[in-house]
């Protein structure tokens, strides 16, 4: 977003834009992504802030959860790319290293974008194919970390440096082996081969330079010693020169030969130099984002809408921030902020006016969701002293001034912050000033953030369409700001009750109070009453969801508590069914038992007894046996069958429940006692269990 609008530099500093992206900056991994971010300005095209925001949204929900991402640095090389346009042209070791690190960032973050390219397509969207993989290995080779170029670089370099270290090998031993042979007297203590002027040469005394001979490359400041090249060692020294020269050529040779190299991709080195900054001031923008806890507000569509909004400068910091929410509705324009000293009125509108500013940047706000911010093509700020000693203007003169240009520029595109608006002369001249100012701007649909402590302006948020009244809560009992903001309502200046506070005589305070005027005295006393049922209704909005939520968590223990009675109850008649089986089961036991002792008892009776009395007591074992296998033998009472239940039996009501009668009402009723439950049912209803 580097689309410049027509916001003057010096609304920039009055609302500290600089030390805001100061703050997202500090995010990118290289200096080149950082200062990417620092360069950022407001645009006005809504789409290309839509589109800006909504790539920085992607990549701070995937860092979210992946802190992995990760931009790489890397250099400057905008001098390199401009030189490789010239041809024959050559760039030097430090700048083709240089060029190498460029390579190697630019296909890491290609790797990592392509990583992205599933979850992120916007951030994706930066990925450029780097230059051929194959450069980076003839650099490798060639230059070293610290730009010098390697003997690996070519066969005749390594030769040639080869022939250079033996020569001097040879010439310093030739030196060492002369010094050595000198008289004591000719040299100078502590003596060694030594250079000057790019020659080898031994330090003697100047009384003994002609018994030594040679050539004379330097001296001592006291002239006492004579850096001399013997005679001996001339034409060795001469060869180490031409030998160095040669060296000097093979390098040359093949820092142009790696220049012409990456030449031919120049465009595509510049392309992949590019997506590698970009991403870092993407990344920068989108941990911002993670930091501050920050929503992309909707752009550019229906009035100004802040939830949640914080002053980026605070965001973060050891004071906590109080969040305040801010909408205008479509008929809406001014906004008029009252309220006593420290209250925070001029900490709101800088707030408001760097959240446009940074999201028109393409950095999301600490803002939260469901906010929206119109584009402003135009942001006016008068906020602060303007006090000038050289150009003559006293402080009102100078917001003055400042009024003037703003109701000469400003319109519907535009957002006006004015702080202490008509303050510095006669008060009941600068509230007319100030009135008709925001009458002015209302009527043109700028939209307009503006701070006073005039009684008088206080009065245009019930007698004008699209002027609202909003303050900033104070404590009244401890004198202390809450930072709350509250719209629709006026603040009160709280000047006399501070004073009171600090300890002005009560007489003096007397006096004042007597002074001011009833209409004053008399709408602070509405705003105190306002005030306080405003108090009161947030206690009692207090005490509501302190009692929603108890009765939550009462409601959640009861269904708890119903859940172990439910399961307990089935716990109950799974047992009884078990129980009732067994009995069963045992009692089919005894019978057959007793069948076997009763064919016994009939086989040896049969004699002495009829046929006919031992079929019928074969029969009537059988039929108890039968009554065993029966699942629950009904039990009637009553006439017609109608079973008639009394306190102590066992009873089933519904489908799954079986309880004992506890008490037979004389209306039909029965309590039945469900493990730890009571229920109430018609006699007709339930049926008897198994004994």
Same mark, same amino acid.
């Given at each position: 977003?580097?689309?410049?609008?027509?916001?003057?530099?010096?609304?920039?500093?009055?609302?500290?834009?600089?030390?805001?992206?100061?703050?997202?900056?500090?995010?990118?991994?290289?200096?080149?992504?950082?200062?990417?971010?620092?360069?950022?300005?407001?645009?006005?095209?809504?789409?290309?802030?839509?589109?800006?925001?909504?790539?920085?949204?992607?990549?701070?929900?995937?860092?979210?959860?992946?802190?992995?991402?990760?931009?790489?640095?890397?250099?400057?090389?905008?001098?390199?790319?401009?030189?490789?346009?010239?041809?024959?042209?050559?760039?030097?070791?430090?700048?083709?290293?240089?060029?190498?690190?460029?390579?190697?960032?630019?296909?890491?973050?290609?790797?990592?974008?392509?990583?992205?390219?599933?979850?992120?397509?916007?951030?994706?969207?930066?990925?450029?194919?780097?230059?051929?993989?194959?450069?980076?290995?003839?650099?490798?080779?060639?230059?070293?970390?610290?730009?010098?170029?390697?003997?690996?670089?070519?066969?005749?370099?390594?030769?040639?440096?080869?022939?250079?270290?033996?020569?001097?090998?040879?010439?310093?031993?030739?030196?060492?082996?002369?010094?050595?042979?000198?008289?004591?007297?000719?040299?100078?203590?502590?003596?060694?081969?030594?250079?000057?002027?790019?020659?080898?040469?031994?330090?003697?005394?100047?009384?003994?330079?002609?018994?030594?001979?040679?050539?004379?490359?330097?001296?001592?400041?006291?002239?006492?010693?004579?850096?001399?090249?013997?005679?001996?060692?001339?034409?060795?020294?001469?060869?180490?020169?031409?030998?160095?020269?040669?060296?000097?050529?093979?390098?040359?040779?093949?820092?142009?030969?790696?220049?012409?190299?990456?030449?031919?991709?120049?465009?595509?080195?510049?392309?992949?130099?590019?997506?590698?900054?970009?991403?870092?001031?993407?990344?920068?923008?989108?941990?911002?984002?993670?930091?501050?806890?920050?929503?992309?507000?909707?752009?550019?569509?229906?009035?100004?809408?802040?939830?949640?909004?914080?002053?980026?400068?605070?965001?973060?910091?050891?004071?906590?921030?109080?969040?305040?929410?801010?909408?205008?509705?479509?008929?809406?324009?001014?906004?008029?902020?009252?309220?006593?000293?420290?209250?925070?009125?001029?900490?709101?509108?800088?707030?408001?006016?760097?959240?446009?500013?940074?999201?028109?940047?393409?950095?999301?706000?600490?803002?939260?969701?469901?906010?929206?911010?119109?584009?402003?093509?135009?942001?006016?700020?008068?906020?602060?002293?303007?006090?000038?000693?050289?150009?003559?203007?006293?402080?009102?003169?100078?917001?003055?001034?400042?009024?003037?240009?703003?109701?000469?520029?400003?319109?519907?595109?535009?957002?006006?912050?004015?702080?202490?608006?008509?303050?510095?002369?006669?008060?009941?001249?600068?509230?007319?000033?100030?009135?008709?100012?925001?009458?002015?701007?209302?009527?043109?649909?700028?939209?307009?953030?503006?701070?006073?402590?005039?009684?008088?302006?206080?009065?245009?948020?019930?007698?004008?369409?699209?002027?609202?009244?909003?303050?900033?809560?104070?404590?009244?009992?401890?004198?202390?700001?809450?930072?709350?903001?509250?719209?629709?309502?006026?603040?009160?200046?709280?000047?006399?009750?501070?004073?009171?506070?600090?300890?002005?005589?009560?007489?003096?305070?007397?006096?004042?109070?007597?002074?001011?005027?009833?209409?004053?005295?008399? @709408?602070?006393?509405? /705003?105190?009453? +306002?005030?306080? *049922?405003? $108090?009161?209704?947030? #206690? %009692?909005?207090? &005490? =509501? !969801?302190?009692?929603?939520?108890?009765?939550?968590?009462?409601?959640?223990? @009861?269904?708890?508590? /119903?859940?172990? +009675?439910?399961? *307990?109850? $089935?716990?109950?008649? #799974? %047992?009884?069914? &078990? =129980? !009732?089986?067994?009995?069963?089961?045992?009692?089919?036991?005894?019978?057959?038992?007793?069948?076997?002792?009763?064919?016994?008892?009939?086989?040896?009776?049969?004699?002495?007894?009829?046929?006919?009395?031992?079929?019928?007591?074969?029969?009537?074992?059988?039929?108890?046996?039968?009554?065993?296998?029966?699942?629950?033998?009904?039990?009637?009472?009553?006439?017609?069958?109608?079973?008639?239940?009394?306190?102590?039996?066992?009873?089933?009501?519904?489908?799954?429940?079986?309880?004992?009668?506890?008490?037979?009402?004389?209306?039909?009723?029965?309590?039945?006692?469900?493990?730890?439950?009571?229920?109430?049912?018609?006699?007709?209803?339930?049926?008897?269990?198994?004994?």
């Amino acid at each position: 977003m580097n689309e410049v609008g027509e916001i003057a530099p010096s609304v920039l500093d009055t609302l500290e834009f600089s030390a805001a992206l100061e703050r997202v900056a500090a995010h990118a991994v290289g200096p080149l992504g950082a200062a990417r971010v620092k360069a950022r300005r407001p645009g006005r095209d809504p789409d290309k802030v839509r589109a800006a925001l909504a790539q920085v949204a992607e990549l701070q929900s995937l860092l979210i959860t992946d802190d992995s991402i990760r931009a790489e640095p890397v250099p400057d090389i905008a001098p390199a790319l401009d030189l490789l346009a010239v041809p024959g042209s050559a760039l030097d070791g430090l700048t083709l290293g240089l060029m190498a690190a460029t390579l190697v960032a630019a296909r890491l973050t290609a790797a990592e974008l392509g990583r992205l390219a599933k979850d992120a397509a916007r951030t994706a969207a930066l990925r450029v194919e780097p230059p051929p993989k194959d450069m980076d290995a003839r650099l490798k080779a060639a230059i070293g970390p610290d730009g010098e170029v390697l003997d690996g670089a070519s066969r005749d370099l390594a030769k040639a440096r080869k022939a250079v270290r033996d020569t001097r090998q040879r010439l310093i031993a030739r030196l060492e082996a002369l010094l050595h042979g000198l008289d004591p007297q000719d040299t100078v203590t502590d003596a060694t081969v030594t250079v000057r002027n790019n020659r080898y040469v031994i330090p003697v005394r100047a009384t003994s330079r002609s018994r030594v001979g040679g050539i004379v490359h330097d001296a001592s400041a006291s002239r006492a010693t004579m850096f001399v090249e013997p005679p001996e060692v001339i034409e060795l020294g001469n060869e180490l020169r031409d030998l160095e020269a040669a060296e000097q050529r093979e390098v040359q040779r093949v820092l142009r030969e790696l220049t012409d190299l990456l030449r031919p991709h120049r465009e595509r080195l510049a392309a992949a130099w590019e997506m590698c900054i970009a991403f870092d001031d993407l990344c920068a923008r989108a941990r911002y984002a993670v930091e501050v806890n920050g929503f992309a507000p909707a752009v550019g569509d229906g009035p100004l809408e802040i939830h949640a909004g914080r002053h980026p400068l605070l965001e973060g910091g050891e004071v906590v921030v109080v969040p305040f929410d801010l909408e205008l509705a479509s008929d809406e324009w001014t906004v008029l902020v009252s309220g006593p000293n420290t209250g925070g009125k001029t900490v709101l509108i800088k707030a408001v006016g760097l959240a446009c500013l940074l999201a028109q940047s393409g950095v999301i706000p600490p803002i939260g969701p469901q906010s929206r911010l119109p584009i402003f093509r135009e942001v006016f700020a008068d906020i602060g002293d303007r006090q000038s000693i050289a150009a003559s203007l006293s402080t009102f003169s100078a917001h003055v001034a400042a009024v003037r240009d703003i109701l000469e520029r400003a319109g519907p595109t535009s957002l006006v912050l004015l702080d202490e608006l008509g303050s510095g002369t006669d008060p009941a001249e600068g509230a007319a000033l100030a009135a008709a100012t925001l009458k002015a701007l209302t009527r043109r649909h700028a939209v307009t953030l503006t701070t006073t402590h005039l009684g008088a302006l206080k009065k245009l948020g019930a007698e004008t369409v699209g002027i609202v009244n909003a303050s900033l809560q104070f404590d009244a009992e401890t004198l202390t700001p809450t930072y709350r903001l509250l719209k629709g309502v006026p603040g009160r200046s709280y000047g006399l009750a501070i004073a009171r506070r600090l300890g002005v005589p009560a007489d003096v305070l007397r006096e004042a109070e007597g002074a001011v005027p009833d209409a004053e005295r008399a @709408l602070d006393a509405l /705003l105190a009453a +306002v005030e306080a *049922r405003a $108090r009161e209704q947030e #206690a %009692r909005a207090v &005490a =509501l !969801d302190a009692a929603e939520t108890a009765a939550r968590e009462r409601a959640a223990e @009861l269904q708890s508590r /119903l859940d172990d +009675v439910t399961e *307990r109850e $089935r716990g109950l008649l #799974a %047992r009884e069914r &078990a =129980l !009732d089986k067994e009995a069963r089961e045992r009692a089919r036991a005894y019978l057959l038992e007793a069948r076997k002792t009763v064919e016994a008892a009939l086989g040896q009776a049969r004699a002495a007894v009829d046929e006919a009395t031992a079929k019928q007591a074969r029969r009537m074992v059988e039929e108890a046996i039968e009554k065993t296998n029966e699942p629950a033998p009904s039990e009637t009472r009553g006439t017609g069958g109608r079973f008639e239940p009394k306190v102590g039996d066992r009873v089933q009501v519904g489908a799954n429940s079986t309880g004992m009668v506890v008490e037979v009402r004389d209306n039909g009723e029965i309590v039945v006692q469900v493990g730890s439950v009571r229920v109430v049912a018609d006699a007709s209803q339930v049926q008897p269990t198994a004994r």
